[in-house]
């Protein structure tokens, strides 16, 4: 069976600290793909990244970065700086090929950065 | 590009009575899935939609239903209401390939629409 962990229910940081989500997947497909979606207060998912499991380099986007470890099964998300606007509930989901339209989630990691 | 819209936006209902939500993808996108978030469950994945096809479906009784039209609109309905149905419905749309191999395109998701059942 498919399943994704965020053991971190809530952090809360102080503005400018640096802070990773963590992401823990559990699937016996060779091939699936993984998902990072923010959830801001007003309900919608916003789309953050995607990747595939072939594909285990590590990616930077501004302030963010994702470390992806098949060894480990982990999709750890890291906010650099963080700020007041990325206080938000952070989703890690699953999807696998054959599977369509199915993301399976991740209970979610709620970040509350303070200023 | 437009991004998803849902309809309505607030809703609430009495047990028993049904309602219809509805869901309008990404310009293009030809699939549309809809999930159902409570803050026990969690979001849950209740079916997609493709070419007016449902192709995938998740663990909900047969009360939820969807269909999609030729534009690829989606609605979902809820039959006979029940209090734990209250939650957040969202919908998504993708870009979806044919094929039976499809699966893995990411998802844009819709505001949501916000069920009270009463």
């Known amino acids: 069976a498919q399943k994704v962990t965020q053991a971190q229910t809530e952090i809360s940081v102080v503005e400018k600290e640096d802070v990773t989500l963590d992401c823990v997947y559990e699937t016996r497909d060779t091939t699936y793909y993984l998902f990072w979606y923010k959830q801001p207060p007003s309900g919608e998912l916003v789309f953050l990244i995607r990747?595939?499991?072939?594909?285990?380099q590590n990616e930077i986007s501004g302030r963010y970065s994702w470390n992806f470890q098949k060894s480990t099964s982990s999709f750890n998300f890291t906010i650099t700086a963080s700020q007041v606007v990325d206080s938000a509930v952070y989703f890690c989901?699953?999807?696998?090929?054959?599977?369509?339209?199915?993301?399976?989630f991740g209970q979610g990691t709620t970040l509350q950065v303070k200023p | 590009k437009a991004g998803v819209t849902q309809t309505p936006r607030y809703l609430i209902k009495t047990r028993g009575q049904q309602v219809t939500l509805s869901c309008s993808p990404i310009?293009?996108?030809?699939?549309v899935s809809w999930y159902q978030q409570t803050p026990g469950q969690g979001l849950q994945f209740l079916f997609e939609?493709?070419?007016?096809?449902?192709?995938n479906k998740g663990n909900f009784p047969g009360r939820f239903s969807g269909r999609q039209f030729s534009n690829s609109r989606s609605e979902m309905n809820v039959s006979t209401l029940e209090l734990g149905d209250s939650a957040l419905y969202l919908c998504a749309s993708s870009w979806a390939r044919i094929s039976v191999a499809g699966g893995g395109e990411t998802q844009y998701f819709g505001p949501g629409t916000r069920l009270l059942v009463l």
């Open positions: 939609y493709f070419s007016e096809t449902q192709r």
């Open positions: 990747r595939n499991s072939f594909d285990e």
């Open positions: 310009s293009g996108h030809r699939s």
């Open positions: 989901a699953l999807s696998r090929t054959g599977n369509t339209g199915k993301l399976i």
